[in-house]
């Protein structure tokens, strides 16, 4: 069975955990919400810190949810997230979306958001989450569109930012502009055409506070996450590149009419 090729672009610095612990089932995995009964058992995979996970346990208070992730160090704080939630249907586990260690039939939902992107076979990891969804069940994937973004006003150096994380991201095994290509992975993957419903979502970042946090974010993870290593080593910037991108990322924070906008895709596909 193949095995993950890609490289995770983003790494778990603090400023990518930063992002992570943000997003909650309201704000990352809307689309599927409508779907959730109290009895389901989902596996929600690529959990990272754990915050959408454990929102997702309390949706299902008769259910079981699993939370897998790839990189082991980061599965402390999803569980402590869920202890500090009091909340006793959730566990986590170490593993590969592209050969998932679970029997056939075993969950009915399985859940990825920010995965398809990062992996080296999306195809597989669909075949995989097919195969790990019980007849009736849904898998749901949210992917975002990095060529799909927008922002204003138009900060000289935001178009090198985006031409340069697309560059390291696909020299890294992924495909950052996943969103719009979900549902053909999908097809790919087995999955009848009319057993797909597809949708586009976005997270808007436009008030002073919001503007902060997310310049302030990509400025350091710009510089000092893994993106900063993989982008130096593979040839892709100089560290006085990396810099000046991360100057870009602030003054654009800074602007008063500052606005940005990520892309979704989203695709519930019905086994």
């Known amino acids: 069975m193949p095995q993950e090729s890609a490289v995770y672009t983003h790494g778990h610095h603090e400023s990518v955990l930063r992002s992570h612990t943000w997003r909650t089932a309201a704000n990352s995995a809307g689309y599927l919400l409508e779907a959730l009964r109290p009895h389901l058992r989902i596996l929600d995979i690529g959990c990272g810190p754990g915050t959408i996970t454990a929102d997702l346990a309390a949706l299902v208070p008769d259910g079981q949810v699993t939370g897998l992730e790839r990189a082991p160090e980061v599965l402390d704080r ?30 009915d939902v399985v859940h990825a958001h920010q995965v398809l992107q990062h992996v080296g ?3 597989q990891a669909l075949r995989e989450m097919r195969r790990v969804a019980a007849p009736g069940g849904i898998v749901a994937v949210r992917d975002a569109d990095f060529a799909g973004m927008a922002w204003y006003p138009q900060t000289d ?6 031409r340069l994380y697309q560059r390291v991201a696909r020299a890294n095994g992924g495909e950052p502009d996943a969103g719009r290509r979900l549902h053909a992975w999908a097809r790919r993957a087995g999955f009848a055409p009319d057993a797909l419903t597809a949708t586009a979502g976005t997270w808007c970042y436009r008030t002073p506070q919001e503007r902060s946090w ?17 982008a130096v080593d593979g040839g892709h910037a100089t560290a006085a590149d990396l810099d000046r991108v991360a100057r870009t990322w602030r003054a654009w924070g800074a602007e008063e009419d500052g606005w940005f906008a990520v892309l979704h895709g989203e695709l519930l596909c019905r086994v």
């Open 157 to 162: 150096g935001m178009d090198d930012w985006l």
């Open 121 to 123: 076979d999306p195809v």
């Open 78 to 107: 999803a569980r402590a997230t869920a202890t500090e939630r009091g909340l006793t249907n959730v566990r986590f586990t170490v593993g590969d979306v592209h050969a998932l260690d679970f029997p056939d039939d075993s969950f």
């Open 214 to 230: 997310w310049s302030e974010l990509w400025a350091e993870r710009t510089v000092s996450s893994s993106f900063a290593r993989t």
